[in-house]
């Protein structure tokens, strides 16, 4: 069972770049999710999506996109990358949002921008 | 609003001792309550998660949890630690009822010492 499959994992880019960081879960999960690590932070949300053509943003959505044309995909998009974003990134899915239903996270991808 | 506070930032113990990980939460409706851990460079696994049932939650690799209340309490313990339990902890909290989905503690980073 692949489960939730981030790529790239590792990634530097210069300030300005954009690029996209790819999710797919085989689940058939409805609710899917993009957060980023930092030290002492915690997780934060940056957006999330309750199913296919439904995005809704979280608690640090700027300068990140995201859309959700398949049950599958969730690929999180960064515009013109800046040293702030350098993080690592989490992709997590569940049957249902938030309550009773837990995630299920990749590996991550972690972002280095200079 | 929810909100969810890990006590310690790091624990340490040795190996074959108890553990004890601290979490408080607040929150304005019932909740549901999750602990995760991380491995290193790895995704989060879920340990254990309560939803209203049994107050006492057991979790996969020994560990458990008992909500408590009155204390807003909802802490991890283990009563005897191995040297792959050496991991970063997150308490999670999420309200049966709102629109806040998931909100992340900021982590215990268990160590275990030889």
């Known amino acids: 069972n692949a489960g939730v499959t981030q790529t790239p994992k590792f990634q530097v880019l210069k300030t300005g770049q954009s690029m996209t960081l790819q999710c797919a879960q085989d689940?058939?999960?409805?609710?899917m999710s993009w957060y980023r690590q930092d030290p002492g932070m915690g997780l934060r949300l940056i957006h999330y999506?309750?199913?296919?053509?439904?995005?809704d943003q979280g608690e640090v959505p700027n300068g990140y996109n995201v859309s959700r044309s398949t049950t599958e995909d969730f690929p999180l998009r960064l515009l013109s990358a800046a040293p702030s974003q350098t993080s690592v990134y989490f992709c997590?899915?569940?049957?249902?949002?938030?309550?009773?239903?837990?995630?299920?996270f990749g590996n991550g991808t972690r972002l280095t921008v200079t | 609003a929810q909100s969810v506070t890990q006590l310690d930032s790091h624990v340490s113990v040795s190996e074959g001792t108890p553990v004890l990980l601290r979490c408080n939460y607040s929150?304005?409706?019932?909740?549901?309550l999750f602990w995760y851990v991380q491995h290193p460079n790895k995704g989060l696994q879920l340990l254990l998660k309560?939803?209203?049932?049994?107050?006492l939650v057991k979790g996969i690799n020994g560990f458990e949890a008992e909500f408590k209340k009155s204390e807003t309490s909802f802490h991890l313990t283990k009563p005897s630690a191995h040297m792959s339990d050496a991991a970063e902890y997150f308490c999670?909290?999420?309200?049966?009822?709102?629109?806040?989905?998931?909100?992340f503690g900021k982590g215990t980073h268990l160590i275990i010492q030889p």
């Open positions: 997590a899915s569940s049957s249902r949002q938030g309550n009773s239903s837990p995630l299920h």
């Open positions: 689940m058939n999960h409805e609710y």
């Open positions: 999506s309750v199913g296919a053509g439904i995005t």
């Open positions: 929150s304005s409706y019932s909740p549901s």
């Open positions: 309560y939803t209203s049932a049994a107050t």
């Open positions: 999670v909290v999420s309200e049966l009822r709102g629109a806040d989905g998931l909100t």
